[in-house]
């Protein structure tokens, strides 16, 4: 149980080790998302509830074991065969090691993300890269672009039509970044005195 929490937490809390004040801080925001912002969409309010659920269990697990299970998740991206791979690492002993791999990625991500928002606030969509939810306080997302147009009721839903057509299939933000092999990420996670685990092996 414990181990099937951890692995979900990671999308959750932006990758970092889960403290009990984290998840306390995660679900009080996730609670005012839900109660207190108007025009919240179906999906969104799924994945709301969905993160109340995780950060509740947590804070539980976290009282009676004393802390999580802490890990990283690693987007890399098999270019030989055209598909993405997420690599999980669990008991990193050198957290340096992993960083300097995935900090690249999150800086590439973050300059790719406000280009987007360039491109969409030509076409009128007035995004305020200011007010966005930013991943570990630093980096913007498409997750956190998408969020900000739903809640303004710029887009009807996260990742319906509205980002298949501009975010994919040559739409106007559809451009993305170089990520790491997944035999790099397995190398640094091993490096970094860790266990390598495949996410989500299944869609892989």
């Not at 207190?36 to 994945?47: A, M, R, V």
């Not at 106007?172 to 495949?198: M, N, W």
């Amino acid at each position: 149980m414990l181990l099937f929490l951890t692995v979900y937490a990671f999308w959750s809390f932006d990758y970092k080790e889960i403290q009990l004040g984290e998840a306390i801080a995660a679900t009080l925001h996730n609670m005012k998302t839900v109660f207190l912002e108007p025009k919240l969409s179906t999906d969104t309010i799924q994945n709301v509830l969905y993160q109340l659920l995780v950060t509740f269990c947590l804070g539980i697990l976290s009282t009676i074991f004393g802390a999580v299970l802490a890990g990283i998740e690693v987007s890399a991206y098999d270019y030989k065969n055209g598909f993405r791979v997420h690599m999980l690492g669990y008991s990193i002993a050198r957290p340096e090691v992993t960083e300097c791999l995935v900090h690249p990625t999150l800086e590439a991500r973050h300059a790719n993300s406000l280009r987007q928002i360039e491109i969409l606030n030509r076409h009128g969509y007035g995004i305020g890269a200011d007010r966005l939810h930013r991943a570990d306080g630093k980096y913007i997302y498409k997750q956190h672009i998408m969020d900000d147009l739903v809640q303004r009721g710029k887009a009807p839903e996260m990742f319906g039509t509205f980002y298949q057509t501009v975010f994919k299939h040559g739409g106007i933000c559809d451009f993305d970044i170089r990520y790491p092999s997944p035999l790099e990420a397995l190398r640094a996670i091993k490096d970094a005195g860790g266990l390598a685990v495949l996410a989500h092996s299944g869609q892989q």
